[in-house]
Every structure is written in C-alpha cells, then in structure tokens.
C-alpha cells in the first residue's frame, strides 16, 4: 500500500490519497490522523444504526442507557460495536451486555460476508497480534498485566525482561502505538479492555502470567515503600508528585495487592499496605487502608519482612481514624514493640500519637500528655526539615493539652513554614485544622472560617477528601456559632456524605451531632418566632 501510494503521488501531484489502516503507511508527506475510540453518544448512534440494519423493529430509545453502557465496554471500538449489534436480530441488549464475560470470542459477525479476519473480536485481535514481531508481542502481552496503564518507567520494569532489553522498550512501545494496540495519553500507556483481556490470555499462554505478576507487585511495592520516605527527604519528589502518581496507578496497587496476598508473598504485601499508609490517611480511604493490612496480617505477621512495625504503626492510625479507639490502643502498643529493634523516629512519634489521642478520646488527660511528650521527643530526634515541621505540629499539640493555646500557635506558625518548604501538603492541612480549632476555641469565627475554607480548598486541590469531610465538619460548627443554621447544616450534611462514603465512623458521628444541633437551633428559632 505504501509502495502504490508513493508512486500515484509522484505520477499525480494533484492526488490526495485517503488510506486507512492499523498503522501509518510511513511516506513522505503523510499526515497521520489518529482516530480514537467512539463516545458514548457516537457509540450508541453506530451501535442504533447497525442494529435497525440487522432488525428494523429495534428501538434504541427504549435502552439507550444499556446501550450507553454496553459501548463504553466495548472500548468505543466501531468494529465490536458493529459486530454485536449485528446480533439485534437475535439477542437483546441486555442478553449482549451479559455475553460481554467473554467479549473476544462471543462477539462476531452475523453475515458471512465479512472477511474470516473481521468475523469474530478475537479473529481481528489474533490477526493484528500475529503480525507483530516478537519483541512487539512480549511487550503487547506483558503490558496487559496493568490495570488502567502505566508510565514508561513501570513498562521497562515489568516488560523488559528477555527478549527485551529495558532500553527497548520505548522503542516498541512507540510501535504498538502506530500500530493502534497500545495508547499514549498523559504519559502514561494503556490498552483496551478488549486488546488488555487478549494480552493476558497470551500472558498465560506463554506462561509467564506468575513471573509478570510477580515483577509488577514487586515494582509497586517498592514504589509504596519509597513514597513514604521520598517526600520526607531532602532532594526527594514532593508529597503532591506522589499524590498524583498513586491516585493514577491505584488499580494497579488494588491488583498487586491482590496478587501479593493471593500469593502470600508477603514482602510485597506489607510493602504496598504499609507503605501506602500514609496515603490512606490522608486521601480517607482508612476503611480500605484497613481492609488492606488485616488482610495482609491474616496470612503473615510480617516479622521476617522487616515491615511489621511500619504496617502496625499505620493500623493503628487508621483504626483511629475509623473509630476503633480500644483497636488502635493494641495495635499502637504492638506497633512500638516491634519498632524497639528499629530506628525510625517517624513512625515511633506517630504511634505515641495515636495513643495520646486515644487518651483524649477516653478523657485521661495526664495520660494524653505523656504520650505527646514521647511523640514530640521521638520525631524531634532528627534535624531534617519535614521531621522539624512535624515536630512542630507535635509541640502544638502537646502545648494546647496543657492549655497554651498562645505557644501552639506559635508552634503551628513555625511548623506551617517548615511544611511548606519540604512540600508535605497533607501535614499543611493538618496544622491548619489543629489552627482553626485554636482560633474557634477563642471565638475568632471569622480566622477560623478563613482558615478552614483555605485548608478545604488545598485539601480538595490535592484529592485529600478525608481532609475534606473533617473541615466540613468544622465549618459547620464555625457557622453554627455565628448563628447560620443553614449554613451549618448545608457543611455538616457535606461532611456526612463524605464520611459515610469514605467509611470514616468519627466523621460521621460528628457530622450528624452537628446536623441535630443545627436542626435545633432552627427549631428553637421558629419557635421563638411564635406570638
């Protein structure tokens, strides 16, 4: 084609060629249009079009929705789209929606004049896949082991492997892509679903289902672990790189972490549960964050693995989180025993903080104190800036249980500085909740709604939406005390929504304490209205 192409140009100047193919003819003078997958709307329209062509009396308008959605499964492609809505004669959508199990083989065409290579999905897969070069195939397959893509770094750890090299595997990368197998978008790679299901069973064909597996959990654990130190570093990405980074590779986390406990390997396990700890807490998913390190912990106490303290300590945060004080007291006790034969200041100052906070929770204030001084004392250890700006956070916290809410804020001012230079967002806003609570506690309502609306807006800025639920909460309150019953209820309710779909049990309990007593004032309102 490109041969015919080329020649019909230099014969006529005047010709414009339109050709479509899997991959660009790769002439001179060729501009390469992409085309991506269908929309929904363009999806269902094709999807209506072909099936009225196969039954006259079919009506789209009936299941648009099912349509929608049945689409947008098929990855937006005009062939699979075609090709099951050609079975309208004989299925329904719904019955087309449900045979989508085993979408390769059981779409197919419902005429015979179809080419053999464009009569069933995985006729068309199997043709474009058996032209590839083997270099091209192995990555194809390997790359089909990641769930909604992967950047390059993560494709040379996983795919290059023998018969690629590391360093080639850019190279085929950029082939899959003009050959229309692989997509490019943000920097990041993926496939299909329908070419993602083909690869794997290629994947397993070649028997290297386990080993890939294997290299991807791996990868991503390691990556956990890192980001919990990076950002703390000197020289390090920061704390929002990760963030981005996390919230686009979180399938891929969900499916190492189940490969890993599957498995039972549990190094990798405790590295991607533990070590994406602090990403629980901060995003809300400490639910999840939970579910993730008991399920770690039923097949490994995590003793040899060296990540035992790490995956208690962050257990133990959590669990305070989801309102499971007597919880969090345990495991904040066994998280300091397995850390005695370790040395790490961060993590031996955020366990004596869960149980200074449990403490409070139960009304032991002395106790409270005390924990707070060995939590302080721990993190002030190292001289790093983040362990400073933490440090300070600490001592605000220490000096409001004693009263001196004049010394914590002098301490969150100092502390505020630290975190912004080190990048630590997530800590940012906790220092600014710790700040609005100093500021409502002395009645300056207007301080601590700027504060609070400011600390929202970073917190929504970044994806921190257990951050989110928490100053909704507070705002609520702060409203509630200048009198704005409506306003009140419309945080509080924001907060409710929030934590009930995050799994945050203190969050919800607070919320719908506020909720009532915004109802009450209301009440309380009217009824003095009254003649």
């Known amino acids: 084609a490109a041969a015919l192409a080329v020649e019909l140009v230099e014969r006529l100047p005047e010709l414009v060629v ?21 929309d929904r709307a363009s999806g269902a329209a094709l999807f209506a079009d072909r099936a009225r062509a196969a039954s006259p009396r079919f009506d789209a308008a009936a299941t648009i929705e099912v349509v929608e959605r049945l689409c947008a499964e098929l990855d937006g492609m005009p062939l ?23 979408r390769l083989e059981s779409i197919s065409a419902g005429t015979r004049r179809s080419a053999p290579r464009h009569q069933t999905l995985s006729a068309v897969t199997h043709w474009s896949h058996d032209l590839l070069f083997e270099a091209e195939r192995a990555t194809f397959r390997r790359l089909s082991i990641f769930a909604g893509g992967c950047t390059l770094e993560a494709a040379e750890a996983v795919c290059g492997v023998e018969p690629i090299d590391p360093f080639d595997v850019a190279e085929t990368l950029a082939r899959l892509i003009d050959k229309s197998l692989v997509i490019a978008e943000d920097g990041r790679y993926r ?36 980001s919990f130190s990076d950002w703390r570093t000197p020289g390090g990405r920061d704390q929002a790189w990760w963030m981005r980074r996390i919230n686009a590779d979180l399938d891929n986390v969900r499916r190492a972490l189940e490969w890993s406990i599957a498995h039972v390997d549990s190094e990798a396990a405790g590295r991607l549960a533990g070590g994406l700890g602090w990403y629980w807490w901060h ?69 004596e903080f869960v149980l200074s906070r449990v403490a409070v929770a139960h009304g032991q204030l002395d106790v409270a104190r005390s924990h707070a001084r060995r939590s302080t004392a721990a993190q002030a250890r190292v001289a790093r800036p983040w362990n400073q700006g933490i440090t300070a956070v600490l001592k ?37 909740h710790q700040l609005l609570r100093l500021q409502l506690a002395r009645h300056a309502y207007d301080d601590s709604d700027r504060t609070a609306r400011d600390a929202i807006a970073l917190a929504e800025q970044y994806g921190l939406q257990g951050w989110v639920a928490v100053l909704s909460n507070e705002l609520g309150a702060i409203n509630r005390q200048r009198g704005d019953a409506s306003a009140s209820r419309e945080h509080h309710a924001k907060a409710l929504h929030l934590a009930r779909e995050l799994g945050l049990a ?22 003095s209205n009254l003649p």
Not at 90 to 99: C, G, H, K, N
Not at 399 to 415: F, K, N, P, Q, S
């Open 191 to 226: 496939m299909l679903l329908t070419l993602a299901e083909y690869g794997r069973a290629r994947l397993a064909e070649a028997g290297e289902l386990e080993s890939t597996s294997r290299r991807a959990a791996h990868w991503f654990a390691e990556r956990a672990l890192r």
């Open 80 to 102: 699979a789209i075609e090709l099951i809505a050609a079975r309208a004669n004989a299925f329904t959508v719904e019955q087309m929606q449900e045979r989508l199990a085993d």
């Open 396 to 432: 605000a916290s220490e000096a409001a249980l004693c009263g001196d809410h004049t010394a914590a804020e002098r301490e969150l001012a100092t502390a505020t500085s630290l975190l912004r230079n080190v990048g630590d967002v997530a800590a940012l806003v906790l220092a600014s």
């Open 18 to 38: 339109l050709a479509t193919s899997r991959e660009s003819l790769r002439v001179a003078g060729e501009a390469v249009w992409i085309l991506p997958p269908l």
């Open 283 to 351: 995003t809300g998913r400490a639910a999840e964050g939970v579910a993730w390190l008991d399920r770690v912990f039923d097949v490994s106490n995590l003793a040899q693995e060296g990540t035992r303290g790490l995956a208690l300590t962050w257990l133990a945060r959590l669990c305070l989180d989801t309102g499971d004080y007597d919880r969090a007291k345990i495991t904040a006790g066994a998280a300091l025993e397995a850390l005695s034969a370790d040395d790490d200041p961060a993590l031996e100052s955020l366990a």
């Open 506 to 527: 203190t969050v919800q309990a607070a919320a719908l304490e506020g909720l009532m007593a915004s109802r009450h004032d209301r009440d309380s309102d009217l009824g």
